[in-house]
Structures are given as C-alpha cells and as structure tokens.
C-alpha cells in the first residue's frame, strides 16, 4: 500500500472521530445547562480547553460567551478543530483515495459533510443544536458501521482503526483531565448534591452512563468513573479498550517493533496508577503522561509507515 494512501486512511479515522467526541461534549454541556441550578451553570469555556484550540480562539473573539464559542467548535471553518472543518478534512482525505473505499463509503461521507454544511445554522440556537449534533453523531456512525461492513478487513482497514483508536484514546483522556478539574469547589457545601451530575455528564459524553450502571451496578462516584474509563477493556471508549484494539492492529502490520513497544509502554501505564488513591494533582499528571504516550505513538506510526517510503 502506498505510505499517501495509508495516511489519508489513518485521517479519515481521527477527523471523524474528532468530530463526533465535538458533537458530544457540546450537547451533553448544553443539557446541564437546562438541568443544573443557577449556582452552578457550567463554563463553556472548557470545552475550546478539551480541545486544545484556547488560543485560537482568543485570538478571534473578544470576549467568552456560550454561543460565541459553541459557533467556534461547530460551524467556524477557519477553526480546524471545529466539526465542520474535521468534516472536510475527512472526506477531502476521502476524495484522493475514493478507489481504495467503497462507494457507499464515499458517498457517505460527501453526503455527511454536505448536510452538516447546509443545516449549520440550526445549531445556533439551542433549541436546534441538540438534534443538530445528534444528526452528525448518527451519520458518523453510520459511515463506521458502513466501512466496517463492506471494506475489507486487511491493512488498509488497520489504519482506518488505528486512526479511529488514538483519537477516542487521546479525547477520553481529556475530557476527564477538565472535567475532573471543574467539580464542586469545597467552599460550596450546599452544591454538593449536584456533584454527581456532573461526573454523570462526563460518562455521558463518552456515551457510557448505561454501560458504567450495567458493569459497576454501583452509584456514580469519582474513583469508580475513573477506574471505568481507563481500566474498563469491555467498554470501547475507556483508554484501555482504545490501546488494547491498536496493538491487534499494528500486529497486522510489517516493521511493528517500535509501534508495539509503545503499546507495551501505554499498557504498563495503566496497569499501575491506582486511580482510586489520586488527586486532582496527581490524576493531572498521569494523564499528561498518557498523552505523551499517545502523541509519540501517533510520531512513530507517522515515521513508520507514512513518512518512511516517501
């Protein structure tokens, strides 16, 4: 397989994924706005946090409003970590390789794109947002569905997964770096209460509030989440399913060795930290290890496979 050919596989993966980890944390703040006292209404800000793009966008806009930045993350094309902008990235990637995917794969995607262009102004609202983002999340799964049923399963596919995987892994780990620290401040005993809520938003933003009740069949607590998203290889969004499913992919392919290693490194990562005994100091600092673990996984498979034969 050409090294070009394998990269824009690997992107389609992460800019879809992308977008739809996007759309998910924007729709779960937006409903605990509607659901959570006035004392405690959640900062939009951050959400351009989990995301990486605070610069940006304090480069562009003058001051931090809900809408100003929900904008920014869904429809702004000059942001390239908005939705529309993954979204164009992916089926860009899509259409320099359209003989290597299906046909309905790629007409899936362009379509995908075309409607989220065209209906972007219902999402300025909040009344539209909600079926909005759930629209794009049903059609990036529908895409994943669609290419896992009709591509072959063989190394271009590898790619497809790899790409799918580091990013879920990397936006698992971020969400729950902010998210942890934005929890009730200890000055507000009377907030308390609601505190659940927001660890419930966090599960929910990874679509694992059901699969958490039904695996821990235990109340929603910290260290129990924690442990769920990191160690929970059952459940495809925690980071321990994401490494375990790379390793089965990059086996598939030649010249592994170094991609392997970083696997094994991930895995012991994980394997050690007792989530259970960490602070939000502490639990800050591992995940900034995870994530170094994960960017200089992305640099090898980058140098391995698609830099190396150019």
Wanted: net charge negative.
């Amino acid at each position: 397989m050409l090294s070009r050919v394998a990269e824009s596989i690997y992107w389609i993966g992460r800019y879809q994924e992308r977008a739809e980890n996007t759309a998910r944390l924007i729709n779960v703040n937006t409903n605990l706005i509607l659901d959570l006292p006035k004392g405690l209404i959640p900062d939009c800000e951050p959400l351009i946090t989990i995301l990486g793009c605070e610069a940006l966008y304090h480069e562009r806009h003058p001051e931090l409003t809900e809408r100003r930045i929900v904008n920014f993350l869904i429809s702004d094309e000059t942001n390239p970590e908005s939705i529309i902008s993954c979204l164009s990235y992916a089926r860009e990637n899509a259409r320099t390789i359209r003989e290597i995917l299906p046909r309905e794969g790629w007409e899936a995607i362009n379509s995908m794109y075309n409607e989220a262009v065209e209906n972007k102004s219902v999402s300025y609202a909040r009344n539209g947002r909600r079926n909005y983002l759930e629209r794009i999340i049903n059609n990036i799964q529908h895409v994943t569905g669609l290419l896992a049923g009709t591509m072959n399963h063989d190394i271009a596919y590898d790619f497809l997964n790899l790409g799918r995987k580091i990013e879920r892994a990397d936006m698992t780990t971020r969400i729950i770096d902010v998210r942890a620290e934005n929890t009730i401040p200890d000055d507000a005993p009377e907030l308390k209460p609601f505190e659940d809520m927001l660890w419930m938003s966090m599960l929910k933003s990874l679509s694992g509030y059901q699969m958490y009740r039904q695996s821990m069949q235990i109340r929603i607590q910290r260290n129990d989440v924690l442990k769920f998203l990191f160690m929970r290889t059952s459940f495809p969004r925690s980071v321990s399913y994401c490494v375990n499913n790379m390793g089965e992919n990059l086996s598939s392919l030649p010249n592994n060795e170094e991609c392997l290693s970083n696997i094994n490194t991930l895995k012991n990562t994980l394997n050690s930290a007792p989530t259970e005994t960490l602070d939000n100091d502490a639990l800050h600092q591992y995940i900034d290890k995870i994530q170094l673990q994960l960017a200089k996984l992305h640099n090898d498979i980058q140098k391995t496979y698609f830099q190396a034969f150019k």
